[in-house]
């Protein structure tokens, strides 16, 4: 029953996905300054690439949809897989990018504002996971890609809440 309530149109929700997203990584970069943490800078510039993915799946679910033409006699359903194959592209160049970043900072420690990482971790489960919800049960590859994307966000943002619980208790 729930999975039937949360099944939507899978252009809405990875419409509804985008715009909670680049959202979210406006208040996450502010955030981020203000904690001093590289981990929630990091986590900005990876929703960032969230954001321009979700934004192209958006557009591909839609393209997706066109009924066949002259051009393509099977439709148009095929390009829904440029958004899957773009999205896992965006998550593997960020990963990478984000290990280069806090490789100096393992040098080089700096303390972060623990308490305003433990605001913007809650804030980012519950974002990201309203995210994936209004994504999940899609059908196509490119819905399920985002979804995991979403939930891979989820789990990060658990893993910075757990540290900044740690730091509280620490400092």
């Given at each position: 029953m729930l999975k039937q309530a949360f099944r939507i149109r899978e252009g809405t929700g990875i419409r509804q996905a985008f715009f909670l997203n680049l959202g979210f990584t406006l208040f996450e970069l502010v955030g981020g300054v203000m904690t001093n943490s590289l981990a929630i800078l990091s986590d900005a510039v990876h929703d960032l690439g969230d954001s321009l993915s979700l934004g192209l799946a958006w557009y591909l679910a839609n393209y997706s949809e066109k009924k066949r033409d002259r051009k393509y006699s099977y439709g148009y359903r095929r390009f829904s897989l440029l958004g899957a194959l773009a999205n896992a592209v965006i998550l593997l160049t960020g990963s990478l990018f984000i290990l280069s970043e806090a490789v100096p900072r393992l040098l080089r420690p700096e303390h972060p504002k623990a308490e305003g990482m433990a605001l913007l971790a809650i804030a980012?489960?519950?974002?990201?996971g309203w995210a994936a919800l209004r994504v999940r049960g899609g059908k196509t590859l490119n819905a399920r890609v985002v979804t995991w994307h979403l939930l891979e966000?989820?789990?990060?943002?658990?893993?910075?809440l757990a540290v900044s619980v740690v730091l509280l208790f620490k400092c």
């Open positions: 980012g489960i519950v974002i990201n966000d989820v789990l990060g943002w658990a893993a910075i």
